[in-house]
C-alpha cells in the first residue's frame, strides 16, 4: 500500500473512532499521534478547544532521556510524563482516543504507562 493510501486509511479510522470519543471538561480526551521517530500524547477538552496537557519525544525534559532506547520505551517515558502533568492540571479520569492507530505496540505502551502514573481510563 502507497504511503499516501495508509495515511488515508489512518485518517478513515481517527474519524470512525472520534464519532464515538470526545473530550468533556469531566473526562478529556488523551489523544495519541505516531511519527515513524516520535510520539505525541495530549490530553484535550473538545467542548472548550483547549489542550490541558501533552507530552512527546521532542519534549526537553524527555530529549536526553530517549537516546539509546527502542521507540516502545520512549513511548512509556512519554506516558508517564503525559499522565504527571495531566495529574498536575486537575484531571484524573480520560477517555483514549488511539489516533487510528492499532492498540499495539508505542500506542499501547504509552496507555499502559499513563495508566500506571495515575490517570483512570
Known sequence: MSEKRQ???????????RKHVNGTPER??????RSD????AQVIDDLAGH???AA???D??????TGKKTKSESAIL???LVAERALDAGVKKVVFDRGGYQYHGRV????EAAREAGLDF
Do not use: C, D, M, W
Open 7 to 17: 495515511h488515508q486509511a489512518r485518517e478513515r479510522r481517527h474519524l470512525r473512532v
Open 108 to 111: 499501547k505502551a504509552l496507555a
Open 78 to 80: 512519554v506516558g508517564k
Open 56 to 58: 512527546s519525544t521532542i
Open 37 to 40: 521517530k516520535h510520539i505525541y
Open 60 to 65: 526537553v525534559e524527555l530529549r536526553g532521556k
Open 28 to 33: 478529556p480526551r488523551l489523544n495519541v499521534f
Open 51 to 53: 489542550t490541558l496537557a
